[in-house]
Each structure stands twice: as C-alpha cells, then as structure tokens.
C-alpha cells in the first residue's frame, strides 16, 4: 500500500489525491508551524495519517478520513476519486 511501489498507507494515496489543492499548502504550514514549537510533543508518527485528519477537517469537520471518501446528500466527496493516485488501487480491485 498504497501503490505497490511506494511506502504508506491510505492516507498516504488520498493525499496525492489532493496535493495540488490549496487547502494542501495550508496543512502543511499547520504542521510546519507546529513543529516550530520546542515544547510541541505531540509530533506525529504517522505524518501522512496526522495530514489527511486535517485536510479533512479543513473541509467537513464531521468526518474522518475513512469515510470522506464519499459524499452525502449533494455534497462531494472530500479525496478526488478520479485522480490517478487510486489508478493502481482501482485495477487491483478490478482483477479481485
């Protein structure tokens, strides 16, 4: 996970997902921020599973990021489910 060739974990392929978004940038001077504080402990192991909880709360803070992948009512998903970052994912499923 999350490609077969590369590190991670689902979050980590929702995020590429999303990396060319705006909302992108404004995590990670979050985190940056964050992290420019000497008594900040609560540094996340897991950087990408930390990134994803904050971009989508960005954008619905009623969800997580398990189940922003799908949109209720009229609202749309939170990931890009069309981006070629789930290309690999959606033909390992397709051949199941």
Same mark, same amino acid.
């Given at each position: 996970m999350p490609d077969d060739e590369c590190p991670g974990m689902m979050e980590?392929?929702?995020l590429r997902s999303v990396?060319? !978004?705006a909302e992108?940038?404004?995590v990670r !001077?979050?985190?940056d921020c964050l992290g420019a504080i000497k008594e900040w402990q609560q540094k996340p192991e897991h950087a990408d599973k930390a990134h994803a909880?904050?971009?989508v709360a960005a !954008?619905?803070?009623r969800k997580h990021a398990g189940t922003a992948c799908w949109g209720e009512g009229r609202s749309a998903p939170i990931w890009d489910l069309d981006s070629p970052a789930f290309d690999k994912l959606k033909d390992f499923?397709?051949?199941l």
């Open positions: 980590t392929l929702c990396e060319g !978004r992108m940038d404004c !001077r979050y985190f909880m904050a971009f !954008r619905d803070p499923i397709r051949q």
